[in-house]
T-cell receptor, first 112, second 113 residues
């Protein structure tokens, strides 16, 4: 049982480049989330999904897009990367919105 | 939307002492309050949670209290050990009909042997 798997673990992007952060879970969880973590700022919700085909914006969605074509996968797309997107990104899933979140190991992204 | 304030931002205690971290929230409809622990370079992990119909919950050395009237909740760690050193995050649900957790900015706890 792998839990929540994120790839890649590290990435350096140049300004204006695009990339997709991958997230997959094998727990059959309906709820999935993308957070970014900046030093001293806690976790900010980017997007979330309550099931396949359903996504919604969180607190800081600008510059990002998501899709949820299957229960297992919830990729996060960065278009036209900016230095402000330098952060650690965590994907998480849960059985319900008020249950334990299982986090992935994170992706450290640097935009230069 | 929900706003969660967490204090203190850093906390140092001697091994064996108690540690208390406090959070306040703004949305009176919030009804779920988890606490996550994040060790250096690791992912956050749930350590305890409490719902609005309960005033206190305990799990071994960890306890959480909730005061709905004052809209604040606290994490209490007793008999602290070096392995308790980590960043602790409180969170609150964003109210009825929402599926979002809003996190506090975190408290870095250092337990000095």
């Amino acid at each position: 049982n792998a839990g929540v798997t994120q790839t890649p673990k590290f990435r350096i992007l140049k300004i204006g480049q695009s990339m997709t952060l991958q997230c997959a879970q094998d727990m059959n969880h309906n709820y999935m989330y993308w957070y970014r973590q900046d030093p001293g700022m806690g976790l900010k919700l980017i997007y979330y999904s309550v099931g396949a085909g359903i996504t919604d914006k969180g607190e800081v969605p600008n510059g990002y897009n998501v899709s949820r074509s299957t229960t297992e996968d919830f990729p996060l797309r960065l278009e036209l990367a900016a230095p402000s997107q330098t952060s650690v990104y965590f994907c998480a899933s849960s059985q319900a919105w008020d249950r334990n979140y299982t986090f992935g190991s994170g992706t450290r992204l640097t935009v230069v | 939307g929900e706003n969660v304030e967490q204090h203190p931002s850093t906390l140092s205690v001697q091994e064996g002492d108690s540690a208390v971290i406090k959070c306040t929230y703004s949305d009176s409809a919030s009804n779920y309050f988890p606490w996550y622990k994040q060790e250096l370079g690791k992912r956050p992990q749930l350590i305890i949670d409490i719902r609005s119909n309960v005033g206190e919950k305990k799990d071994q050395r960890i306890a959480v209290t909730l005061n709905k009237t004052a809209k604040h909740f606290s994490l209490h760690i007793t008999e602290t050990q070096p392995e308790d050193s980590a960043v602790y995050f409180c969170a609150a649900s964003s109210g009825a009909g929402s599926y979002q957790l809003t996190f506090g900015k975190g408290t870095k706890l250092s337990v000095i042997p």
